[in-house]
């Protein structure tokens, strides 16, 4: 099949998530795209720069099977401005995020315009898939409140009506080399994520600070994406654990963070807010042992390991948990179910699982919008007889 992939914000998780499955596809790609740049203003304007490049593309006149976007697409506005026949294939709108349960420091910063894209760009979509169940729960229950609040003319069945013809799929992440014996020394703790309040760092730094008070001996990298304002609490804790960090701020290159990952013991995370978890994931391919609070899709992604792996949502729950993941690692060689119960957990996210599946539900849907056209024509041909 032929698929045309429209992402107006091509950067981050969202081309990562694009690359992956095209990588390793079974159908052959056309991808139009947009520079990660200024979301708000991509989201403005996408559908009309993405039905101009359409029109401009090349291959425009080719039969495309199927469309897939991302969330950041207004998919309604696009529709109707693309040329007709795109109009006619079947699309899916893959919702990364949401604006509506995005987070934000104060309500009242939150633009509900965005908010209702999402929900126009899921109601104009053949199909619409989340990242996870717990994201997908989070909006369509969020999205019932948005609606009763609005003055008049509540469109409330659009909740159900996306809810009908919304599946979960995860993104897929690549897999890593099975790691070596560990290199000697105290337990190394990797934190990696976006440097914001929502990813909740001042748990985790309370947390080194209680096990720093208990003379517990540790290392620690702290990366992921900083932004022009980052909470001060990172400055604080540089100043503080200086005498322990391996590694600080952005990985510059893809080998620097996946050398972060496979030389981390556990990777921990705090966040307060999380839609997926990628960079745990893939912390976890890398042979990190997670520790993360009972919270968010973090007990969905854990599934059957979720009672090794999930700590109580407190900094000194997360120390005792360290706690725990030295002792365990200092005892020598783990029972062989244990050790291979993080590579169970993401056995299931791993590309070579996660693409084949992503290709079987593209085609499936083809079909079924192909039969239900077919059947269509049928009644007007019988009609006109």
């Given at each position: 099949?032929?698929?045309?992939?429209?992402?107006?914000?091509?950067?981050?998780?969202?081309?990562?998530?694009?690359?992956?499955?095209?990588?390793?596809?079974?159908?052959?790609?056309?991808?139009?795209?947009?520079?990660?740049?200024?979301?708000?203003?991509?989201?403005?304007?996408?559908?009309?720069?993405?039905?101009?490049?359409?029109?401009?593309?090349?291959?425009?006149?080719?039969?495309?099977?199927?469309?897939?976007?991302?969330?950041?697409?207004?998919?309604?506005?696009?529709?109707?401005?693309?040329?007709?026949?795109?109009?006619?294939?079947?699309?899916?709108?893959?919702?990364?995020?949401?604006?509506?349960?995005?987070?934000?420091?104060?309500?009242?910063?939150?633009?509900?315009?965005?908010?209702?894209?999402?929900?126009?760009?899921?109601?104009?979509?053949?199909?619409?898939?989340?990242?996870?169940?717990?994201?997908?729960?989070?909006?369509?229950?969020?999205?019932?409140?948005?609606?009763?609040?609005?003055?008049?003319?509540?469109?409330?069945?659009?909740?159900?009506?996306?809810?009908?013809?919304?599946?979960?799929?995860?993104?897929?992440?690549?897999?890593?080399?099975?790691?070596?014996?560990?290199?000697?020394?105290?337990?190394?703790?990797l934190w990696a994520a976006r440097w914001e309040h929502d990813k909740n760092p001042e748990d985790f730094f309370k947390a080194l600070a209680l096990l720093e008070a208990r003379g517990f001996d540790f290392r620690v990298?702290?990366?992921?994406?900083?932004?022009?304002?980052?909470?001060?609490?990172?400055?604080?804790?540089?100043?503080?654990?200086?005498?322990?960090?391996?590694?600080?701020?952005?990985?510059?290159?893809?080998?620097?963070?996946?050398?972060?990952?496979?030389?981390?013991?556990?990777?921990?995370?705090?966040?307060?807010?999380?839609?997926?978890?990628?960079?745990?994931?893939?912390?976890?391919?890398?042979?990190?042992?997670?520790?993360?609070?009972?919270?968010?899709?973090?007990?969905?992604?854990?599934?059957?390991?979720?009672?090794?792996?999930?700590?109580?949502?407190?900094?000194?729950?997360?120390?005792?948990?360290?706690?725990?993941?030295?002792?365990?690692?200092?005892?020598?060689?783990?029972?062989?179910?244990?050790?291979?119960?993080?590579?169970?957990?993401?056995?299931?996210?791993?590309?070579?699982?996660v693409a084949p599946a992503l290709d079987r539900e593209l085609e499936e849907l083809v079909d079924h919008c192909a039969a239900g056209s077919r059947a269509s024509t049928g009644d007007r041909d019988g009609q006109r007889q």
């Open positions: 099949m032929r698929i045309l992939a429209l992402e107006p914000y091509y950067g981050g998780s969202h081309k990562a998530f694009l690359d992956g499955w095209i990588a390793r596809s079974r159908h052959a790609w056309t991808v139009l795209g947009l520079p990660a740049y200024k979301w708000k203003w991509r989201m403005r304007h996408g559908a009309v720069s993405l039905a101009g490049q359409v029109r401009d593309a090349k291959d425009a006149d080719c039969a495309w099977d199927a469309l897939v976007c991302s969330d950041m697409l207004n998919l309604a506005e696009f529709l109707g401005l693309a040329p007709e026949p795109i109009r006619r294939i079947p699309s899916i709108a893959y919702f990364h995020e949401n604006q509506l349960t995005y987070p934000v420091r104060r309500e009242s910063e939150r633009d509900l315009h965005f908010a209702f894209t999402n929900m126009t760009t899921a109601l104009a979509a053949t199909a619409v898939w989340f990242n996870s169940a717990f994201h997908r729960g989070a909006f369509l229950d969020a999205l019932t409140g948005f609606l009763q609040r609005m003055p008049d003319h509540q469109p409330l069945d659009a909740v159900e009506r996306i809810r009908a013809k919304s599946s979960v799929h995860s993104p897929g992440v690549d897999e890593f080399p099975l790691r070596g014996p560990r290199r000697p020394g105290p337990l190394r703790i990298s702290v990366i992921g994406e900083r932004f022009s304002e980052t909470p001060v609490v990172f400055e604080e804790a540089r100043r503080r654990f200086a005498d322990r960090i391996d590694r600080w701020g952005f990985q510059e290159s893809r080998e620097e963070y996946e050398a972060s990952l496979k030389d981390a013991d556990v990777v921990v995370s705090t966040a307060g807010h999380e839609f997926f978890g990628l960079s745990v994931v893939e912390a976890i391919a890398a042979g990190c042992r997670p520790l993360l609070p009972d919270r968010l899709s973090y007990p969905e992604i854990l599934g059957e390991a979720a009672g090794a792996y999930l700590y109580g949502n407190s900094p000194e729950a997360l120390a005792d948990a360290v706690s725990k993941q030295a002792q365990v690692l200092s005892a020598g060689p783990t029972p062989a179910a244990e050790s291979a119960l993080p590579m169970k957990v993401v056995a299931r996210y791993l590309w070579k699982t």
